[in-house]
């Protein structure tokens, strides 16, 4: 068995939305210093490589105009004003995405593609993820927010999040 391969199976890890593997050429390189994939590793691999991008294309995608404000973008479980009532903002979250007023705000959320970890936005920052969501929330003049001055476009849906200017991508290489 081929160390990259072996690498791929660890990381199965189940997080409630597909079984947690990335796609391997986002992890690996098809061979290195231990060896070359076996036909049937390889065929396996590119088998759940289809099967997540199939996954993906059949998520729903919100679009959606939000008002000026300011703005939180990121994983929700952060937002201190959402602490208190996280529980019945998980439960708000059952079926994602979602938009809505929660809590007196203006919420769009979705799930990232693959659960947990740091995603690059367009504009420079890794936003961090621990509870699979990634979110933008209005918020009073609170830290971590974004100022947009004039009504703006939102996306989310299929890995990909956009909020007015900011795009995250937490679907990795699978074009």
Sequence with gaps: MSTWYKTWLKTAQPNGDGDGRPLLD?????????????DEEREEIESFNR??????AKRRILRTTLPPGDYYIGDPCYLQALK?????????????????????????????????????GSDGKTYG????LIAIVELK????????????????????????????????NIE
């Design 26 to 38: 986002d992890l690996l390189p098809w061979d290195d210093e231990e060896g070359r994939a076996t």
């Design 51 to 56: 099967e997540e991008r199939e996954r993906l």
């Design 84 to 120: 208190p009532d996280w529980d019945n903002f998980v439960s708000w979250t059952d079926e994602l995405p979602r938009e809505g007023i929660f809590q007196g705000r203006h919420i769009v959320v979705d799930s990232t593609a693959y659960g947990d970890g740091g995603f690059p």
């Design 129 to 132: 993820v621990d509870s699979g």
């Design 141 to 172: 003049r609170e830290e971590k927010s974004r100022h947009f001055s004039k009504p703006f476009g939102v996306q989310v849906g299929q890995g990909i999040f956009v909020f007015g200017d900011i795009t995250i991508n937490t679907r990795g």
